[in-house]
């Protein structure tokens, strides 16, 4: 295997001087991937989850350490650089998801680093150029949430794993193992990379299953308290139970496309188990427990109770990545490997141009300042689901406006109301076509929806304040 992409990706290796290469490659692609990470980074409006992760950012240290370790410890780690970083730069939408997209810069170099040491640079580049332009990636590198932290934390220990597992430096074994556990600090899935981990030194390198074994078991001992924490809470009730659409939703969401795009990496993958069954392949069969695994896991867990939720495997995409560009690179003559390659890097940048373009996020943005701008200091304000009340509350803060105050015991007594909803499609929640019939009863709608991306603002005045029809 370590000629996997050998030819002309080689010769043109020997261009630069070997000594050098590595290190200028891996600052070269950090590079890339932060500029594709800054780009209109601000340009998207702020979403409850986001709003979350700021409003704990900005509360004094000790209300931000009692709502993390009370409520939201999935994500702690994250939660306290964030911390430190919107006090030095602010709290606007690029300077809050600019940490994210430095986190994602390092994922993506980490992810050279660890196809270099398993195949060769021309591999762990390739993997690295198609995570970077993934759209799916670069949605969570623009995003003030963990896990660009957790893929960055997964990546480097599974870096550490191999150079612990190739020589007998204990200091190698030391940082895996608090990697490891820093890793489940920035998310709880980045502990089932370790379970990959384990599995996999235990199939292709037993001399070493025991010094795996403790150093992984030291890393769940250093961050048992964040999961016993995370097991006595209950699930979110927006999570899905296991189903076929579920598991779809999750391949598509992985692969930045429709179902066509996703069984060309499906395809990837097939070729990539066959390459490790048939020629036993232990650097092949790594990747494969690193994507699998963590998979796995979630699909077990939704089977009983709501946890389907794609982002959450999101650890597993460098995987991905440098698997497809593993398996790419490995079959037929030159010309077909890059021609693969070409097709597998042009489907990940259509993805990104996507994302780019699309507007996926929830515009709190722009409801926000309707709000602002039209209502009364007398007037009411109803936001639907209440708990979203924290993202119309960022951007209040953030343009300086002043509205109603959201969800007030009076509110739909007020002589107008405004009713903000936010819409999550294909999830009807019974309470809404309660409220409204509860408003129908003393109100009456003025004019048309004022509809934003998935927010939908309406007004609504006393019947007695009406001009007769």
Do not use: C
């Not at 370590?2 to 080689?10: H, K, M, V």
């Not at 409006?45 to 986001?50: F, I, L, P, T």
């Not at 982002?311 to 490995?330: C, E, G």
């Not at 009340?389 to 105050?405: E, I, K, M, T, W």
Request: hydrophobic share 55%.
């Amino acid at each position: 295997m370590r000629g996997i992409g050998a030819g002309w990706l080689t010769r043109l290796a020997t261009l630069v001087p070997v000594r050098v290469q590595p290190a200028a490659v891996a600052v070269l692609l950090f590079g890339i991937a932060l500029a594709l990470g800054f780009y209109q980074i601000g340009h998207k409006s702020v979403w409850y989850d986001e709003a979350v992760s700021i409003g704990y950012a900005r509360a004094p240290l000790d209300v931000a350490w009692a709502k993390v370790t009370g409520q939201d410890s999935n994500g702690a780690l994250y939660y306290a650089l964030l911390w430190g970083w919107v006090h030095v730069f602010g709290f606007g939408e690029g300077a809050t998801r600019a940490l994210s997209a430095i986190f994602g810069a390092g994922v993506v170099a980490a992810v050279f680093l660890v196809g270099r040491h398993l195949f060769s640079a021309w591999i762990g580049a390739g993997g690295a150029l198609l995570l970077a332009v993934q759209g799916f990636f670069l949605q969570y590198a623009q995003e003030a949430r963990s896990y660009t932290l957790a893929m960055l934390l997964a990546s480097l220990a599974t870096y550490f794993l191999l150079r612990g597992v190739d020589g007998s430096r204990r200091t190698w074994w030391i940082a895996y193992t608090l990697t490891l556990a820093a890793g489940v600090y920035a998310h709880l899935f980045v502990g089932f990379v370790g379970v990959a981990h384990v599995g996999w030194v235990m199939w292709s390198h037993r001399v070493h299953w025991k010094v795996a074994l403790v150093s992984a078991g030291s890393a769940a001992i250093l961050s048992a308290p964040l999961v016993a924490a995370l097991l006595l809470r209950p699930g979110p009730q927006w999570q899905a139970l296991l189903s076929g659409e579920s598991v779809r939703y999750v391949i598509t969401e992985m692969t930045s496309g429709a179902w066509p795009v996703a069984d060309i990496f499906e395809g990837m993958v097939v070729l990539g188990v066959v390459l490790a069954v048939n020629r036993r392949d232990h650097r092949m069969g790594l990747l494969l427990a690193w994507l699998l695994v963590p998979i796995a896991v979630m699909l077990a867990i939704s089977s009983v109770r709501p946890f389907i939720t794609p982002r959450y495997v999101l650890v597993s995409l460098p995987a991905l990545a440098l698997l497809t560009s593993a398996a790419a690179l490995s079959v037929g003559r030159r010309q077909l490997r890059a021609g693969l390659y070409g097709v597998l890097f042009g489907i990940s940048l259509f993805g990104m141009l996507t994302w780019y373009t699309a507007d996926r996020k929830h515009d709190w943005r722009s409801a926000t300042q309707l709000v602002g701008n039209l209502s009364g200091p007398d007037d009411g304000l109803i936001v639907f689901p209440g708990y979203e009340h924290v993202a119309l509350r960022y951007y209040v803060d953030r343009l300086g406006l002043s509205v109603p105050a959201p969800n007030a015991l009076d509110a739909g007594q007020a002589d107008t109301v405004w009713l903000v909803v936010h819409e999550t499609p294909g999830i009807d929640d019974p309470r809404l076509p309660a409220l409204i019939s509860e408003l129908e009863r003393t109100h009456v709608r003025v004019g048309e929806p004022h509809a934003f991306d998935y927010i939908r603002v309406t007004e609504w005045r006393l019947t007695a304040l009406m001009p007769p029809a």
